[in-house]
């Protein structure tokens, strides 16, 4: 399986629709019907939420709400899926760092309950904090 990077998403996140790069809206169009099929890596995920929000200024609900809609693309696949959901529906709330989030939706996964960390934050996502 072919892995995707990060400026695919960003092409089809922010082109204009009326003049998209040759074959990008087949492709997306393939992939939310699984007749194509890529994998993303955890951090190609973040890193086009990185970019969406620092360099294009994208409100954080719009972000949310169209990566949800990717994640739901069945030709796209991923290490888990539903931790990245869980991220994105932690991160509706939570006023820091979209990491946070994914860390807390990796501890609720495994049961993990306590964090090592200086960021005082984290324990409004209702985990325990711990310093070194």
């Given at each position: ?16 629709r009326?003049n ?24 190609v ?88």
């Open positions: 399986m072919r892995n995707i990077d990060t400026n695919v998403f960003l092409r089809f996140l922010v082109t204009d009326e998209p790069p040759k074959g990008l809206l087949s492709f997306f169009s393939k992939l939310q019907k699984s007749e194509a099929e890529v994998f993303c890596l955890d951090i995920f973040f890193q086009v939420i990185f970019v969406l929000k620092s360099f294009y200024q994208v409100e954080k609900e719009e972000i949310i709400n169209r990566m949800l809609d990717l994640v739901s693309f069945d030709g796209l696949y991923m290490k888990d899926k539903r931790v990245i959901e869980r991220t994105l529906e932690i991160w509706k709330d939570y006023s820091g760092d979209v990491i946070d989030c994914y860390i807390v939706a990796n501890m609720e996964k495994s049961g993990e309950k306590e964090i090592v960390s200086y960021d005082k934050r984290v324990e409004k996502l209702g985990i325990k904090r711990m310093e070194p």
